[in-house]
């Protein structure tokens, strides 16, 4: 998921309060100098980030009321399905997170150095830490841990993430930026040579911690911080289609044939969740297809002006509701979910379950951002 926002940069033809009229050798050289480019704001990605962190949300609350009916209808129908409906949608939350975060490294804020990328990955890496043993402290308290939270905070650092369930990303996230940062340094003729001396240890320790578990006759928590190949592809493709030209992506008919496009996904994602597998994998034959129909559908959206400013608040609050609601939603699903609601109750209980997760999360998202705890929160 990227955390970046792109800020708009104003550029002027002559320095504020200049009373001086320009030479003559000036003109001639801001004549022929091209105008530095502005840097445009993409408020409809603001869009999408904020419908992505409350997809996330949709989809651990769609998954309690599956548990609750053991993932199939005989359990309770209603609820079943309800939550089925909802599952299939919300599971390309995901995908759409990497086509952002490539976007905005391929096409949005490309890096100019080394010292840059190392910042945005410290950006998540702290965040992440800090999150983990948040996680891992509550579930110690609540005793929820499946394990001693020594154990876990000790294969935390291989990228297990077996408590804290939805900061897999994170330690996907991080490689992937690597090598995509890395690759558009290179290609404006950088030498990332620290960025790839990191990437190709990280791509080298599965293989050599297999071999020292052998000889060493141990066992070693599986090594999870290397990129998979549909995470890379749902970044690279993301950032294409992202940064497609207004008028490939606008118009009114277009956007309605994506939204039809989109449905047609959904409906396959329920179905191959109920006849195939739950949850539908991301590297999946519908997945992507759902993915990159909505986000055609929401690319370069007009927001209306007057909500901007709002939008570009619950933007930057969206990592953080990202990483805090599933304590929110842990605590209010105990109270919300149950087997034996009829239909109107399954999508009460549901609606009322995100909406409240999704409210407190990104509060007290907006809270800490207010505090300028973000460095360490998110």
């Known amino acids: 998921m990227s955390t970046i926002s792109v800020q708009p940069t104003i550029t002027a033809t002559a320095p504020v309060g200049a009373t001086e009229p320009l030479t003559a050798a000036e003109t001639a050289s801001a004549a022929v100098s091209p105008a530095k480019p502005v840097r445009e704001h993409r408020y409809d990605i603001d869009l999408l980030r904020v419908l992505c962190s409350i997809g996330v949300i949709v989809c651990h609350a769609a998954g309690q009321f599956l548990n609750v009916v053991g993932r199939h209808p005989s359990g309770g129908a209603p609820v079943y399905w309800v939550a089925l409906v909802g599952h299939a949608l ?30 945005r990955l410290i950006r998540i890496l702290v965040p992440m830490g800090v999150w983990t043993a948040i996680y891992l402290l509550w579930g110690w308290v609540q005793d929820t841990n499946p394990h001693s939270t020594k154990r876990l905070a000790y294969e935390s650092l291989f990228g297990s993430v077996a408590p804290t369930l939805h900061l897999w990303y994170l330690y996907a996230y991080v490689p992937v930026i690597l090598v ?177 997760t999704a409210v407190l999360s990104f509060a007290v998202s907006m809270l800490w951002t207010r505090l300028r705890l973000s460095r360490w929160l998110g």
């Not at 599971?91 to 096409?107: I, K, N, S, T």
């Not at 290397?226 to 289609?241: D, K, M």
């Open 90 to 119: 919300s599971r390309c939350a995901v995908p759409l997170f990497f086509a952002m975060a490539g976007w905005v490294v391929l096409a949005g804020a490309p890096p100019r150095s080394e010292a840059q990328v190392r910042t």
């Open 180 to 356: 995509l940062s890395m690759t558009s340094l290179v290609k404006d003729g950088k030498r990332p040579w620290g960025l790839a001396a990191v990437f190709l240890t990280l791509a080298l320790t599965p293989a050599f911690l297999d071999d020292a578990a052998g000889v060493l006759n141990v066992n070693l928590p599986e090594f999870t911080w290397v990129p998979l190949p549909y995470q890379i592809a749902y970044a690279a493709v993301g950032a294409f289609l992202l940064a497609l030209p207004a008028a490939a992506t606008t118009g009114r008919g277009r956007r309605m044939l994506w939204l039809g496009a989109s449905l047609c996904a959904w409906a396959a994602v329920v179905l191959y969740e109920h006849f195939v597998r739950n949850p539908a994998p991301y590297d999946g034959f519908m997945m992507p297809i759902l993915a990159g129909t909505l986000l055609m559908a929401f690319n370069r959206l007009t927001v209306p002006k007057r909500l901007r400013p709002l939008l570009s608040k619950l933007g930057t609050a969206a990592f953080g509701a990202y990483l805090v609601h599933l304590i929110f939603l842990k605590a209010l699903a105990r109270h919300l979910v149950t087997p034996d609601a009829g239909w109107l109750g399954a999508l009460g209980l549901m609606t009322l379950l995100v909406g409240a």
